[in-house]
């Protein structure tokens, strides 16, 4: 396992939980990277789903028009802190000043209901998806976890972060690696 440098940034990168994370809100998550810098890390889940919210139900306590909107989709569980907070990761075709964040090539991060009422407009991103929550981490965390092989890192695709098959998305960020997850230990060592 690598370390990570100081002057390495893990943003807009992904992070794939090893099998034996302990934290059960992790299992089996792929973390997308919004932000790493030396005084901490912050981060969107991709794949678990808030199954106590349906995306109509979030659109109408906001007072959004729904009619541009799968009602259906799912509302992401994004990680365990601010969980009444929402944050739509989106394509990059979309960006409004002041309130977009550019992660990378792959997708941007907006934080404001402007995103929603743009899209009920027809204005807003071709792909996205809303989460409730982030995962953060305090100055050299995150880094220590990598270090004990909590984590894996790679590239996104905009197919991993943006299929609505959440299941597969954990495989297909390991696949990004070469990594076949039943070959994967449960325990790691160091040598």
């Not at 739509?88 to 995103?115: C, N, P």
Request: charged share 20%; aromatic share 8%.
């Amino acid at each position: 396992m690598t370390e990570i440098s100081d002057s390495e940034s893990l943003s807009g990168k992904l992070l794939i939980a090893m099998p034996d994370m302990g934290d059960p809100r992790f299992s089996r998550s792929v973390v997308y990277m919004c932000d790493h810098t030396p005084e901490g890390s912050m981060g969107v889940i991709i794949n678990k789903i808030a199954p106590e919210v349906s995306m109509g139900e979030l659109l109408e306590q906001l007072s959004i028009n729904t009619h541009m909107f799968n009602t259906e989709s799912d509302v992401h569980f994004g990680g365990p802190v601010e969980t009444t907070r929402g944050f739509v990761l989106h394509s990059t075709d979309y960006f409004r000043k002041g309130i977009t964040l550019r992660v990378s090539e792959h997708a941007s991060l907006t934080a404001s209901l402007e995103v929603l009422q743009d899209m009920a407009e027809g204005d807003g991103p071709k792909a996205f998806f809303l989460a409730l929550g982030y995962a953060g981490w305090g100055a050299g965390q995150l880094e220590g976890e990598i270090s004990q092989n909590g984590w894996l890192t790679c590239d996104p695709t905009s197919e991993i972060l943006f299929s609505e098959d959440n299941d597969a998305k954990w495989t297909a960020a390991l696949a990004q690696l070469g990594i076949d997850p039943l070959m994967l230990s449960a325990t790691a060592g160091h040598a």
